[in-house]
């Protein structure tokens, strides 16, 4: 088979594409034929060896996949044939994959596999942040940064599906911030001056941040009283600190989001999240955002679409 390579931890300009052999599924394990392979920013680090996961090279990349069973144990529930979403965690990035059975998810007729890839990792990041850590209630107001990326697109979607009254976008641009509003956001305001946008409008109860950086400060002072702000991840490069005496003020809560760490061990937890969000991927309120799409062998491209912040909606490979 086909599969994109880190052989060496010189960043996305490195990777090779190889021909491999196929994978065996082993125990507690499917095989899938890989139709669709998401492009997410942890390959971007693991490119360049800045990933908290480093495996020996050279490896496969790759964490989630959407495609049709080849193999999978008796009594699973799955046949050869099977429309399935899966985090393989790595080697999603070639033409056949292996996946650990209790991460795999069988897939709508009405999704399509480039939008099946584009669910695990971001809506269930979205699902745990929002809902169990940020405690979302009926008709609160949420403002989403990065919100035409990935992450972003997804906790608009997740956000309104489970209930928010009002969602706030923020983004670099006017044409992401038009990705953003069709995504479900209300509106969008620019990220230069967005605490005083957002505070003009009366501040808002949950903040999504994934980017971190110098907007940290202006998040928390963009949240109403008991407003909750949920750190995702740091892609604007820099980890900001925080001066706990800004908590006291409103009350205010910083609230960290580690769903990989959390939910994976933790044996049937991403099973019950599917099950959670699933009535809303059928009813099409979660529908991923497609961004551009790559063949494998424009996998570098792909990964520096996302390096260089070029990114709108799911990056995603297609071997």
Same mark, same amino acid.
């Given at each position: ?13 490195? *990777?090779?594409? @190889? &021909?491999?052999?196929?994978?065996? @599924? ?13 492009? =997410?920013?942890?390959?971007? !680090?693991? %490119? ?8 020996? !090279?050279?490896?496969?990349?790759? @964490?989630?996949? =959407? ?10 529930? +799955? ?18 994959? *292996?996946?650990?059975?209790? +991460?795999? +998810?069988? #897939?709508?007729?009405?999704?399509? +596999?480039?939008?099946?890839?584009? !669910?695990? /990792? ?5 699902? /745990? ?11 609160? %107001? ?19 599906? /489970? ?7 923020v983004t670099s641009t006017d044409d992401k911030g038009a990705v953003a509003v069709e995504a479900g956001a209300d509106e969008y305001v620019l990220v230069d001056g967005f605490k005083d946008a957002v505070k003009d409008r009366g501040g808002v109860d949950v903040v999504v941040d994934p980017v971190g950086g110098d907007r940290f400060t202006d998040s928390l002072r963009s949240l109403k009283e008991d407003g909750r702000l949920l750190v995702i991840g740091f892609t604007g ?10 908590? #006291?003020?409103?009350? *205010?809560?910083? *609230?960290?989001?580690?769903? $990989?760490?959390? =939910? ?13 969000? #699933?009535?809303?991927?059928?009813? $099409? ?11 494998? &062998? ?7 679409? !996302? &390096? ?9 490979? #297609?071997?």
């Amino acid at each position: 088979m086909l599969a994109v390579q880190i052989t060496t931890l010189d960043g996305p300009e490195a *990777v090779q594409v @190889a &021909d491999l052999p196929d994978p065996v @599924a082993g125990d507690g394990q499917v095989l899938i034929r890989v139709r669709a392979a998401g492009v =997410a920013f942890p390959e971007v !680090l693991q %490119s360049r060896g800045q990933y908290q996961m480093k495996p020996p !090279l050279p490896f496969v990349p790759g @964490a989630e996949i =959407a495609g049709e069973i080849v193999t999978a144990p008796e009594g699973s529930g +799955f046949a050869p044939g099977d429309r399935v979403t899966s985090i393989s965690l790595l080697g999603g990035f070639a033409e056949l994959a *292996v996946a650990p059975l209790d +991460f795999t +998810f069988r #897939l709508p007729d009405s999704v399509t +596999f480039e939008q099946g890839a584009a !669910l695990p /990792f971001n809506y269930l990041t979205s699902h /745990f942040a929002l809902i169990p850590r940020g405690h979302l209630a009926e008709g609160e %107001s949420v403002l989403v940064h990065g919100a035409a990326g990935g992450i972003g697109t997804s906790a608009i979607q997740i956000a309104k599906a /489970f209930g928010a009254g009002r969602v706030i976008a923020v983004t670099s641009t006017d044409d992401k911030g038009a990705v953003a509003v069709e995504a479900g956001a209300d509106e969008y305001v620019l990220v230069d001056g967005f605490k005083d946008a957002v505070k003009d409008r009366g501040g808002v109860d949950v903040v999504v941040d994934p980017v971190g950086g110098d907007r940290f400060t202006d998040s928390l002072r963009s949240l109403k009283e008991d407003g909750r702000l949920l750190v995702i991840g740091f892609t604007g490069g820099s980890i900001p600190e925080v001066k706990v005496n800004r908590l #006291l003020l409103n009350n *205010v809560s910083v *609230v960290g989001v580690g769903w $990989g760490a959390y =939910a994976m061990g933790k044996p049937g937890y991403l099973q019950q999240q599917w099950t959670d969000i #699933l009535p809303h991927v059928e009813s $099409g309120a979660l529908t991923p955002p497609i961004g551009r799409t790559f063949g494998l &062998d424009e996998a570098t491209a792909a990964l520096l679409e !996302l &390096d260089e912040r070029r990114a709108t909606g799911k990056v995603l490979l #297609l071997p």
